[in-house]
């Protein structure tokens, strides 16, 4: 009897933990994709699939790279610790350390915006934290070198593609839509053009992405009437526009493409909508040479991250990536 009293008094604190396990969980899963999400939007991170899950709210999203990384995560603490009372030592110094950071950049913040009275509260909760930090720094040999570790992999994937990012940029040529639709005009006029409509992918219409530029000027690819295609993601859920924005030149047009941030669109749909059939599709890649092992990493993570026509529904017998070879 004093057994199964004993059971009975155990299960409210096995279901009570449980219960605690589901939504610590959760709230784990759910910060994990906001915080990639925002390192996606704000381009410090490669790009992932994001499903959007919610039509009122843009913040309810599905990451799947990023559950399964949560998943061997998990394993692998699971394996490593064996013991909740071994974490202790790695998960002071993860919550002091993300405190600490917080403060700072919360110090910052107000100080930028001017907020003097605000960023002097922030200095003494930095202070605090930078406190409890100092006094956690003795768990690094007992396990806390783990959120060293764990916490470096996401530090040292923003550090590189950002920079990768920035160095890519500068090694690629852009053509000011002005110097483009110069030249652009006097080879219509003088070339030799392919009848029908031919569509180039574009992220920036204000400057031309160099594969357009080797397309028409170097390979001597002009069509009768070139459109420009740049896709805008609305705040709102749903809803999809198609329109002619400018005419810059004869037989070259832009065409833009609104929706929702919940819409997965059929391009060829709405391109048909609008009158378009085109005969091929182009978009760009960059092939990153270098013998630099920093950015050998680099060109790994791009050619891992997905193209963004993947994103769209495309009629993929008409597509045809332009390679741009670059030197890093």
């Known amino acids: ?33 906001s915080i990639v999400y925002q390192g996606i939007t704000t381009h410090i991170m490669p790009v992932f699939k994001v499903d959007y899950t919610s039509a009122e709210l843009r913040s309810q999203i599905y990451v799947g790279f990023v559950n399964w990384f949560l ?23 993860a919550v002091t350390g993300t405190m600490t950071l917080t ?23 930095v202070f605090v934290d930078i406190v409890f930090l100092l006094s956690n720094l003795y768990k690094i040999p007992h396990g806390g070198y783990w959120s060293i570790i764990l ?22 040529s852009h053509m000011y839509r002005d110097t483009f639709l110069e030249k652009y005009r006097e080879f219509y006029k003088r070339m030799n053009k392919i009848k029908g409509s031919a569509l180039f992918f574009a992220r ?20 009768e009437d070139n459109i420009i295609v740049s ?3 609305r705040d709102n859920p749903f809803g999809v526009s198609g329109v002619f924005k400018d005419t810059l030149a004869e ?33 760009g890649l960059e092939d990153i040479v270098t013998k630099n092992l920093f950015w050998r990493v680099f060109s790994i993570i ?12 495309l009629p993929f017998e008409k597509l045809h990536g332009i390679i741009s070879r670059v030197e890093m």
């Open 1 to 33: 009897m004093i057994v199964m009293h004993s059971e009975i008094l155990y299960a409210p604190f096995l279901v009570l933990s449980i219960i605690a396990t589901v939504i610590a969980s959760q709230a784990m899963i759910s910060g994990m994709f």
């Open 71 to 93: 998943l061997v995560a998990v394993l692998f603490i699971m394996v490593e610790f064996r013991e909740s009372s071994r974490l202790a030592a790695a998960y002071g110094l």
């Open 103 to 125: 403060g700072i950049m919360m110090t910052w913040i107000f100080y930028l915006r001017g907020r003097i009275f605000y960023a002097a509260v922030s200095v003494f909760v």
């Open 151 to 172: 916490a470096s992999i996401p530090f040292v994937i923003i550090i590189l593609y950002t920079s990768g990012q920035k160095r890519l940029y500068r090694a690629v």
């Open 204 to 223: 920036d219409t204000g400057k031309i992405d160099p594969y357009i530029v080797r397309t028409m000027f170097n390979h001597n690819i002009i069509y």
């Open 231 to 233: 896709f805008v993601r």
């Open 251 to 283: 037989g070259l047009r832009i065409f833009e493409i609104q929706m929702g941030y919940m819409e997965v669109i059929n391009v060829e749909k709405i391109l048909r909508q609008a009158g378009i059939d085109e005969k091929v599709i182009f978009y």
């Open 302 to 313: 791009k050619k891992l991250s997905p193209a963004y026509v993947q994103f769209y529904k």
